[in-house]
């Protein structure tokens, strides 16, 4: 027998269909499988749905490098003993400063030596064989300030910047921090040997000599001839001393005579017999 339910031009769920009800039941088995259909395709559909919606997030999602192949790059740690010892690059402001403390220097070169620092004064006439052709006034030679500026000519301030150079700094070495001025006791004077009435005119009288009395140290202390040729530091005393032969042609100190036992005579008057060194 076959029954129609109210509305029955169309079947459960829509679809057009008739229902057969056995003595069994069967019809009610049919309609519980068409409910699971239209629910199973409606799970369906929201999953195609959410499958949709996913790709779509796919394709908005930026690219990265990883997705085409691309290995990030891992960044390398220096190693920790080269970056000790590679040096620092100077900063611009280092830099700046170091090119005016050159022009600077430049500016106050004279002998054509950037360490020999002065002015140029032109000839210095003075009274009989006195005087000195193209003289120069020494403010500091090698780094090392003079207490007073001296009077030369520009063979002795190289000798004295070579011999500061070369003997006097090495020879201190951090001693007190380092050497930081020469004691001037005598520059360009006319007058005679040691100041002796009759005597050959000195070589001070003609800008070819220095004395030097003593060394000022970084830390304020100061070495004298008269007190350290035989005192604490007469071992440096002696190696400034001695290494003066050579870039001077005279060198008088302590055992010379009377007249240098507080300072070292330095003039650049060269004898056929060589140095004179005492």
């Known amino acids: 027998m076959i029954l129609r339910a109210p509305g029955a031009d169309k079947g459960v769920g829509g679809v057009e269909g008739e229902l057969g009800i056995g003595a069994d039941g069967a019809a009610g088995d049919q309609v519980l499988q068409v409910g699971e259909q239209r629910q199973a395709g409606g799970e369906g559909g929201q999953s195609m749905e959410g499958s949709a919606d996913d790709a779509g997030a796919e394709e908005e999602r930026e690219t990265r490098p990883e997705d085409l192949g691309v290995k990030r ?68 030679v090698a780094g090392v300030s003079l207490s007073t500026h001296a009077v030369m000519d520009c063979t002795t301030a190289r000798a004295l910047n070579a011999w500061v150079a070369q003997a006097a700094r090495p020879a201190i070495g951090t001693l007190g921090g380092g050497l930081s001025e020469l004691r001037v006791a005598a520059h ?17 009288g003609r800008g070819h000599a220095i ?17 350290d040729w035989s005192g604490n530091h007469a071992k440096v005393m002696r190696a400034m001393h001695k290494a003066a032969c050579g870039p001077f042609g005279t060198v008088l100190g302590p055992n010379a ?17 060589g140095t004179y060194c005492r």
Do not use: W
């Open 257 to 273: 005579d009377r007249f240098h036992r507080d300072h070292f005579h330095l003039d650049t008057a060269r004898y056929r017999a």
């Open 211 to 227: 004395d030097i009395s003593g060394f000022k140290l970084r830390n304020g202390q100061e070495l004298s001839v008269l007190r």
């Open 188 to 204: 360009y004077v006319c007058r005679t040997r040691n100041n002796q009435r009759g005597a050959k005119l000195s070589e001070h």
């Open 73 to 140: 790059e891992v960044e390398k740690k220096p190693n920790t003993l080269l970056a000790l010892l590679r040096p620092r690059q100077r900063s611009r402001n280092v830099e700046d400063n170091a090119r005016r403390v050159g022009a600077a220097k430049r500016g106050k070169m004279v002998c054509g030596v950037e360490d020999i620092q002065g002015i140029s004064i032109g000839n210095v006439s003075g009274k009989g064989a006195c005087g000195v052709q193209d003289a120069v006034r020494i403010s500091s």
